[in-house]
Each structure stands twice: as structure tokens, then as C-alpha cells.
């Protein structure tokens, strides 16, 4: 009788980053429940990311403090930086993932598909249009900044696309709901290649 005990290293990280502009704590378990504890100082995407953890089952703990005197384009491009980072940081070189994922997101009368390719090879594509020009305080052109910051320091392929839809909370909902579900996929371990990195370069 064979008994087979796999030993997966823990996915955690935290980092640090200040600047002139920012200064932001992030603490991520990719292996986690989905708790959460957002403070970023912006109520929208307070709630935005609060789903992102929910639906990808990756704890995630924020603090962020920026000059939202001046507007909120900076707190939230270093909030996506920072949480892309320590994804990261914590995803053991990616050895092991699926690396793929997709899904189609339902909110309502939306409908948004989201694909990833956790590859090292940062790029955005956002086919994402909104009828609104804020969403709380929140100006919506910051949410593209967001998912580029996030994808850029995360080192993802990131396509989303909004396919219908009318409500902008909607659609942005669903958008991060999507990023969600996918990473959950993608960084998941496939333990057919639990100790591999899934490219034939042998490197991502």
C-alpha cells in the first residue's frame, strides 16, 4: 500500500510600497478562503476588490493611504500595482499553475468574458465601455489603469471584454468578478506538473 503526500509550498507574500505619492500594504495567500480587509481609501474599489478575493478564494489584506486630494488616479494605479506585485511574489515562480483560464461573468442584463495567461508577458487588452463618468466618487477611466497596472506588475495576459450590458456598476463588477474566477483557475496547481514551470522555454 502506497500513501502519497505532496508537500506544496505556502503561497503567501506582503510587501511594502511608498512613494511621494503613496504608501500601501499588501499581504496576499493565493491558497486562501477569500477573506478579505480592504482599506484603499476609495469606497468603489474598496468594494471591487473585496469581490476580486471573494471569488478568487485569495485572501487579501490592504492598506492604502494616497494623495486623494488631488484626485484618485494615483492611490488606485498603485493599488493595482502593489496587489499585482504580490501576486506575484507569492506564486512560487509559477511552478506548477494551469497558467490558462477563462470565464463568462452574468451580472444581470451584463455579460463580460475575461482570459488570462499567467505568463510573465504583461499586456491588456480592455474592450470595456461605460456610459458613466463616475461610479461612487470614482472616475471610471480609472478602472483600465487599474487592470493595466495590475497586469503589467502581475506579469499577465490579461483580454476583457464587456459584451453586453447597460449598468456600469454592472459591467465593472463583472469585469473584476471575471479577473477573479480566473486567477482562482490559472494559479490553481495542476499536480500532474506540481513542480514545473508549465512553458517548454522551462521559464516564464
Not at 61 to 73: E, F, P, Q, S, Y
Not at 75 to 87: K, L, M, S, Y
Not at 103 to 108: T, V
Request: hydrophobic fraction near 35%.
Amino acid at each position: 500500500m502506497y500513501i502519497y503526500v505532496y508537500f506544496i509550498m505556502k503561497r503567501k507574500a506582503k510587501i511594502s510600497r511608498k512613494t511621494k505619492e503613496t504608501s500601501i500594504s499588501v499581504e496576499v495567500n493565493i491558497d486562501g478562503k477569500g477573506k478579505y480587509k480592504i482599506d484603499t481609501g476609495i469606497g468603489f474599489l474598496n468594494h471591487m476588490l473585496e469581490q476580486l478575493s471573494k471569488h478568487s478564494l485569495i485572501d487579501l489584506n490592504v492598506k492604502a493611504k494616497g494623495d486623494t486630494h488631488i484626485d484618485l488616479h494615483h492611490t488606485t494605479e498603485d493599488v493595482g500595482i502593489a496587489i499585482g506585485e504580490c501576486i506575484k511574489k507569492a506564486s512560487n515562480k509559477f511552478k506548477g499553475i494551469k497558467r490558462y483560464a477563462h470565464a463568462m461573468i452574468p451580472m444581470d442584463e451584463t455579460l463580460s468574458r475575461v482570459a488570462i495567461d499567467v505568463s510573465n508577458r504583461p499586456y491588456l487588452i480592455w474592450k470595456v465601455n461605460l456610459k458613466v463618468e463616475k461610479l461612487g466618487e470614482m472616475d471610471t477611466e480609472l478602472f483600465k489603469e487599474w487592470f493595466q497596472a495590475f497586469s503589467q506588475s502581475a506579469g499577465v495576459t490579461l483580454h476583457m471584454e464587456n459584451i453586453y450590458g447597460d449598468n456600469s456598476h454592472h459591467i465593472i463588477e463583472s469585469c473584476f468578478k471575471g479577473l477573479a474566477r480566473t486567477l482562482r483557475s490559472a494559479l490553481e496547481i495542476d499536480p500532474r506538473i506540481k513542480n514545473v514551470i508549465p512553458s517548454t522555454k522551462g521559464s516564464l
